[in-house]
């Protein structure tokens, strides 16, 4: 094939005499390019979704592409939605999504997907409250209050039983919430769902809800800009959000009773003890164990069954494989929860039924 | 002798026999004005046609609506065309008369040539920065103040409904405050070349029956002028409403009605910038029929416009 290609470069070369020098040039530089990348063979996967799990999944692909310079990994963060639709019309190789997709979706593309748990993150109240600098301690009573604009104001009791060597300011409470649709808010709501038959019946959980009360910005950074700057506030964001900003987080109440810090730890705890099903999709909507930080979630790789392509296919494994093993090692660094080994091992498992 | 010799004793005509060809050029041209039209035409036609579903499933419900829960399947616009409508509105007033106050300034003498021209520079960069960069600005340096001066407002003046607490830093005051200087250079440039149209002959005519220079400026030239004036009115109301990323992070995004200024609103393009990305199902349908309503406003009030616009150069035509 090179040697097809150089014959016809000498070729040209003698016919381009003709012409200016700068133009042969230019025709002689394009066809040796060309000829350079005759060579390489590459594979190129593509894959969009969640913006939760984005930060991560371009830090594999990079490192990845090092290792493996004749595949290209690209991820674009669209959002969730976004990333299950492109994926089921196949204008991406894979998706990422904070939210499993569900059975109508999964129907769409005639059960030719494979969920798989790639990484996982906490979601964490951070709090901008003057004189309480770290430690608040939320019920579940009290948090859902707050988000339901019940407990109005920081010096209300129900915070006040919990929290008694702090001075508690008679400050109107701001709860800062999502203004787009994000998974983010999907997890949070259906943890809210679960514990609070109330929360259930007046806001209900979804990507995209209406909340009673508080000013909504628009994506992590957004309410982390509203919880800086505005002394009251509380919010939801994504724990590596609030660690890399250094916003004070509150210490919340499991479903055992015990007030559990959000950190690393709390968070494998709460994986650890999550039963993964066949179909790999599992919600921990409210863990149970002792030392479980109560809002966690899974955030999915989704890839085909099935690929038309079988270099795709051998590609797509290989990439998913590094993120199980070795990716799993930055993943504390970037505010994620890395998997479990027994999680590990059932992800490995299905990935092996790729073709 | 005789016979068919012409004086210059050539044989065959001087001029060749004209052919009408093809202008190419005018096709050309022509073409490039039916695809603007074509592509207008698609674009709100798309927008039409997916917004279908939702149209036939709320209709005019969704207008008077006060209830947006997409995880509940219940549409509702109301609020959000309020705030539209406030926040356009609040801008509008805030920048019309500084609009109109540069634009006198600029059109008189008052300040050597030069300074004017820098000043007009200035103005007119100001629209050339992003709408994202304001939206930053807003965040940093407008929504701190606001959210101080408010609470003082909302303290003494909190009976007032417009100005009732508490009073939040993402408010429809920050997002009016943000669009005033957005608008500002739309209005001063359409009115400084409305006054600076109104001929000499009505200046010097009123100088010469001994009007002093602010009753001519007041009393002459701005009436004169004013058709043109209220086209930039309208179309920097126009622009206000179509304002998207400043918007949507200045404004706090609630849904909740409220008559005061203080407190978290939303608008139509911010409500789309929002949620489109992650909406399914019934959900793009009834943001699609969103867009509808912001395209038919935001049309509507251009053409407006530019009509008023349009009778003012006529008008003024005239008069020379």
Request: charged share 10%; glycine share 8%.
């Amino acid at each position: 094939m090179k040697g097809v290609v150089f014959l016809a470069v000498i070729k040209l070369n003698s016919q381009l005499n003709s012409l200016k020098s700068m133009t042969r040039n230019f025709l002689l530089a394009s066809l040796l390019t060309a000829s350079v990348f005759q060579i390489k063979a590459a594979t190129s996967l593509t894959g969009s979704g969640s913006t939760f799990a984005a930060p991560i999944l371009q830090r594999w692909a990079f490192n990845f592409q090092k290792e493996n310079r004749d595949i290209t990994v690209n991820y674009q963060s669209v959002g969730s939605g976004a990333g299950i639709k492109q994926f089921s019309d196949s204008i991406t190789d894979f998706g990422g999504s904070d939210v499993a997709m569900s059975d109508a979706e999964i129907a769409k593309v005639n059960g030719n997907v494979l969920m798989l748990p790639a990484t996982a993150g906490t979601i964490v109240f951070a709090y901008n409250v003057p004189g309480v600098p770290d430690g608040l301690k939320l019920t579940r009573e009290t948090y859902v209050g707050i988000l339901l604009g019940t407990v109005k104001s920081w010096n209300d009791p129900l915070i006040a039983k919990n929290n008694p060597n702090f001075k508690l300011p008679n400050l109107p409470i701001t709860v800062a919430v999502r203004s787009d649709g994000s998974g983010t808010t999907g997890v949070f709501t259906a943890h809210l769902d679960a514990i609070s038959p109330e929360f259930a019946s007046k806001v209900g959980s979804g990507k995209s809800v209406t909340w009673p009360v508080g000013v909504a910005a628009k994506g992590n950074e957004g309410v982390t800009a509203v919880i800086k700057q505005t002394p009251g506030a509380i919010g939801y964001v994504e724990f590596g959000y609030a660690e890399n900003n250094k916003l004070t987080m509150a210490s919340l109440q499991n479903k055992a009773g015990n007030f559990i810090t959000p950190t690393i730890e709390s968070g494998a705890a709460t994986l650890a003890s999550v039963k993964l099903p066949e179909n790999l999709r599992a919600f921990v909507t409210d863990p149970e164990g002792a030392n479980d930080y109560p809002i966690a979630s899974f955030t999915w790789l989704l890839v085909k069954k099935t690929y038309t392509d079988a270099a795709k296919a051998v590609a797509v494994k290989a990439f998913v494989t590094y993120g199980l093993t070795t990716g799993q090692a930055i993943a504390p660094e970037l505010g994620y929860i890395t998997l479990p080994a027994n999680v590990v091992t059932q992800v490995q498992a299905a990935l092996a039924t790729i073709k | 002798m005789g016979g068919n010799i012409s004086i210059t004793g050539l044989s065959r005509p001087l001029t060749q026999e004209y052919r009408p060809r093809p202008d190419f050029f005018r096709m050309a041209c022509l073409l490039a004005s039916v695809l603007t039209i074509v592509l207008l035409a698609l674009i709100i036609g798309e927008i039409l046609v997916r917004a279908w579903p939702a149209m036939s499933k709320f209709g005019l419900g969704f207008i008077t609506g006060i209830q947006w829960s997409p995880n509940r399947g219940v549409f509702g616009v109301l609020p959000v065309l309020i705030g539209t409508a406030a926040s356009s509105f609040l801008a509008l007033l805030l920048a019309l008369p500084l609009g109109l106050a540069i634009a006198i300034f600029l059109s008189e003498d008052f300040f050597p040539r030069p300074v004017r021209q820098v000043i007009r520079f200035v103005v007119e960069t100001l629209a050339a920065i992003p709408s994202v960069v304001y939206g930053l600005w807003g965040i940093f340096v407008v929504i701190p103040l606001v959210q101080q001066y408010g609470a003082v407002l909302a303290a003494k003046f909190g009976f007032i409904p417009f100005l009732a607490g508490p009073a939040y830093g993402n408010s429809l005051l920050t997002a009016g405050l943000v669009l005033a200087l957005m608008v500002l250079p739309t209005i001063t440039a359409i009115s400084r070349s409305s006054l600076v149209a109104v001929p000499y002959t009505l200046r010097e005519g009123s100088y010469a029956l001994g009007a002093t220079r602010w009753e001519t400026i007041l009393r002459v030239i701005m009436p004169t002028a004013a058709p043109g004036i209220v086209a930039s009115a309208i179309l920097g109301f126009g622009r206000a409403m179509g304002e998207t990323m400043a918007v949507a992070m200045l404004i706090g995004n609630s849904q909740r009605l409220s008559w005061s200024l203080l407190s978290p609103s939303n608008t139509l393009s911010a409500l789309l910038a929002n949620q489109f990305a992650e909406a399914d199902g019934i959900q793009v349908s009834a943001l699609m029929y969103a867009a509808a309503l912001l395209v038919l406003l935001t049309l509507g009030v251009n053409i407006a416009g530019e009509v008023v616009l349009r009778h003012t150069q006529k008008a003024t035509a005239g008069l020379r």
